[in-house]
């Protein structure tokens, strides 16, 4: 098993950026798949990004592709999900997954998830 713990969310206006980090403690961070999701009032949970878990291979969502870039750190377990040009249509609560080795846009196959963050995104 690994934890994971999200940070970094909050209000901005339309057009600022924010940072998240998720840090992971537990089994080894390095074979896990990392991803982003979001889930908005009444909708479902929603793939954002992912990134593999060698780090040298990134996938987007279409909705924040050019705005959104994933990153990891292995040694410090950590992976973060820098958000610029943000929209109100950003406005969700943005969960932190884990899984080995393949990466998946399905919210199903990942198996260790964080408590989640809140960004707001005002007009």
């Known amino acids: 098993q690994v934890q994971l713990v999200e940070s970094g969310g909050g209000l901005v206006q339309a057009g600022g950026s924010l940072r998240l980090s998720c840090a992971a403690s537990g089994r080894t961070f390095s074979i896990y798949t990392m991803g982003w999701f979001r889930q908005a009032p009444g909708k479902e949970r929603e793939f954002a990004a992912a990134i593999s878990w060698r780090g040298d291979s990134t996938h987007y969502a279409d909705s924040v592709k050019g705005r959104f870039t994933i990153s990891r750190d292995n040694p410090r377990s950590t992976v973060y999900l820098q958000m610029d040009s943000l929209k109100p249509e950003d406005t969700a609560v943005y969960y932190c997954?884990?899984?080995?080795?393949?990466?998946?846009?399905?919210?199903?196959?990942?198996?260790?998830w964080g408590q989640g963050t809140q960004v707001t995104v005002s007009s």
């Open positions: 997954a884990a899984k080995p080795f393949t990466w998946s846009r399905m919210a199903n196959d990942y198996r260790n």
